[in-house]
């Protein structure tokens, strides 16, 4: 059984920051590309960064030069540092991780998401 636990939600005026960590737990043999998704009312879930295992990271358009995805590979875990936030970055913030819990068998997990309000 393999869990994400994430953490660091929350409200904050537009200017403000936060960060975001996700850890992900269980029977694991090795985490591949870990990520951060975000999902606003009425809107469908989109990419907000991800990087892999080692160390290429993508991000959205909407969040490049504000926002930073890093990870510890050694606590299998993914932080997100916002800065600069707007209220358009409104949204529940998802964990994903590709997981091999038996080579050469992978899974897709996601995280119970955390919610991040920016008030204007």
């Known amino acids: 059984q393999v869990q994400l636990v994430e953490s660091g939600g929350g409200l904050v005026q537009a200017g403000g920051s936060l960060r975001l960590s996700c850890s992900a737990s269980?029977?694991?043999?090795?985490?591949?590309?870990m990520g951060w998704y975000r999902q606003a009312p009425g809107k469908q879930r989109e990419l907000v960064a991800v990087i892999t295992s080692g160390g290429r990271i993508n991000y959205a358009d909407s969040v490049k030069g504000r926002f930073t995805i890093s990870r510890d590979n050694a606590k299998n875990t993914v932080y997100l540092q916002m800065n600069s936030l707007k209220p358009e970055d409104t949204a529940v913030y998802y964990c994903?991780?590709?997981?091999?819990?038996?080579?050469?068998?992978?899974?897709?997990?996601w995280g119970q998401g955390t919610q991040v309000t920016v008030s204007s």
């Open positions: 269980g029977s694991i043999f090795s985490v591949n590309a």
């Open positions: 994903n991780a590709e997981i091999i819990v038996v080579v050469p068998i992978k899974y897709n997990y």
